[in-house]
């Protein structure tokens, strides 16, 4: 067991290292267009399946509650997985496809920005999403697996993690996303 666990660590280390070769300049842009919406007046909103939509509530989470000035403003964000009854009656009475870009359709705003977060690339709600911001003039910022799948090249931004292994891009997604958080609260 130990050398297993010694392995997953490295191997973790290993996909961040090139991570921080491969998307800085990806992140820095994901970061800009973040701080610009906040500046003048937007929010952020968040998304995702499963682990990712964990990770899109406690990245929304950190923004409102602060990430280390908890008596400073709360920035404006929203995880889109967390009301349950428009989820359920929503995918219930029509489909899981588009509960997403529904919610987009009623509380998105020109400007605002969208994090869709799904670490194959191909949720087809992730995409109708981010197909949806677009429309209504959101900036639009997709995080997934080292192919991006259907996804890559339909944000604005995409922060590819270089890897194939479900947990190694979970793990960047969520310090992608903590390293997003608080360069938006340096940045205000």
């Known amino acids: 067991m130990k050398e297993r666990i010694r ?10 290292s090139e991570l921080a070769e491969r998307s ?3 992140i820095n842009s994901a970061s800009s267009l ?8 937007g929010k952020i909103i968040w998304c995702g399946n499963g682990g990712s939509a964990a990770d899109a509530q406690h990245l929304s989470t ?3 509650g602060g990430m280390t000035d908890h008596e ?9 997985t967390t009301d349950t009854s428009f989820l359920t009656a929503w995918t219930n009475d029509t489909d899981f496809e588009t509960v997403f870009s529904r919610q987009i359709q009623g509380i998105g ?3 605002d920005v969208l994090i869709g977060i799904s670490t194959s690339g191909n949720s087809k709600n992730i995409i109708a999403a981010i197909k949806q911001a677009k429309f209504k ?7 997934t697996g080292e192919n991006g799948g259907i996804l890559a090249g339909v944000p604005d931004v995409t922060i590819r993690v270089p890897s194939n292994n479900t947990q190694r891009v979970q793990e960047c997604h969520i310090m992608i996303g903590q390293i997003l958080c608080g360069l938006l609260e ?3």
């Open 7 to 16: 392995k997953e660590i490295l191997e973790s280390a290993k996909v961040k």
């Open 72 to 80: 400073s403003k709360p920035i404006p964000s929203i995880a889109l």
């Open 62 to 64: 950190e923004l409102m």
């Open 24 to 26: 800085i300049d990806d």
């Open 34 to 41: 973040m701080i610009k919406s906040i500046i003048n007046g």
């Open 186 to 188: 340096d940045g205000l």
């Open 109 to 111: 705003s020109k400007g």
């Open 137 to 143: 003039e959101l900036y639009t910022i997709g995080l």
